[in-house]
């Protein structure tokens, strides 16, 4: 059976903040590839001087630079002027709706940024975003499913630990259940294929011993 | 230079699913093809409640099945006839008062 690369996007703060909290960022690193994150997901994790997780993430960031790639997307600077707006308390909310924006321009432009035969695999906790707005050219995956599958594969013990250690560090995970392939057009025009993120994960070696169907 | 997830071993006698039933598209397509009872879904998504399973469904385009499989229209006739014998019980009852 062909298989289909896989390429993670983290296209909004949610799954980087949550993983910060339950010091497992390195489950990001599952697909042995780099990680593709927007330039407005960067900037919105490192805002908050006060948050716990800011340090955390600027850390991972700054000391994996060669496993993660920074998506520069046209949105940052409006979105960097925003943020100027909030800091002086001009417009408190300026930067609302500018992330979804960056994440409308990658869906977009998808092909062209990440290596065009691959699939982008969208890891998100936004719900109203990932079931409305994200085209079917990539495969949508919020982060209680991708936690219960690595636990499936035995790469982690308890999905339910690390739900529970985001919780303890303040935050709750969204409840936002998806895993919605993308459609993959096929030569014969009246067929297509769904996209399949597991391959990657059943090769590692791992409690289950690779996949088996 | 992060921890390779592979280096993360299962627990000991952690139990795994099959790998067909590993992904929550797995799980949500077999239990709407009637492969899976709902409460296995449950167990193996990690999902708490019924509702959330269906939300689920929807958000992932697994499609919802509306027609009964035959084990499930073998309790709904089974159970059809046990009301309809307590209506019977019940009337006859109460016609003989």
């Known amino acids: ?213 | 230079m992060p921890i390779a997830v592979s280096q993360i071993p299962a627990s000991k006698g952690q139990v795994l699913p099959p790998a067909n039933l590993a992904t929550l598209n797995d799980i949500l397509t077999a239990w709407q093809a009637g492969k899976i009872s709902y409460r296995q879904a449950l167990e193996l998504t990690g999902i708490d409640n019924l509702f959330d399973l269906y939300q689920a469904a929807i958000s992932s385009d697994v499609k919802i099945r509306t027609a009964l499989i035959p084990r499930e229209q073998r309790i709904a006739d089974a159970v059809t006839a046990a009301i309809k014998a307590a209506r019977k019980n019940q009337t006859s009852a109460s016609s003989k008062k």
């Open chain 1, 1 to 213: 059976m062909k298989t289909t690369p896989i390429t993670l996007v983290v296209a909004d703060a949610g799954p980087l903040i949550s993983m910060a909290l339950a010091n497992q960022l390195k489950l990001l690193f599952t697909f042995d590839k780099p990680v593709y994150v927007l330039d407005v997901v960067k900037a919105e994790c490192l805002r908050k001087s006060d948050a716990p997780d800011r340090e955390i993430l600027r850390n991972w960031l700054g000391s994996n630079e060669s496993q993660i790639s920074i998506i520069n997307s046209p949105i940052i600077k409006p979105f960097n002027d925003a943020l100027r707006l909030e800091e002086t308390g001009e417009q408190p909310h300026a930067t609302q709706g500018l992330g979804d924006a960056a994440i409308a321009w990658f869906v977009a432009n998808a092909r062209r940024i990440c290596a065009p035969d691959a699939l982008s695999l969208v890891l998100t906790e936004d719900a109203p975003f990932g079931d409305t707005v994200l085209a079917r050219n990539v495969h949508v995956l919020s982060t209680r499913p991708w936690l219960k599958t690595l636990e499936n594969f035995g790469l982690i013990v308890s999905a339910q630990d690390v739900l529970k250690q985001i919780e303890l560090n303040g935050r709750k995970v969204s409840r936002y259940n998806v895993d919605r392939p993308a459609i993959i057009p096929t030569t014969n025009p009246n067929k297509s294929l769904k996209s399949d993120w597991k391959a990657p994960l059943a090769k590692k070696p791992s409690g289950r011993g690779g996949i088996d169907d």
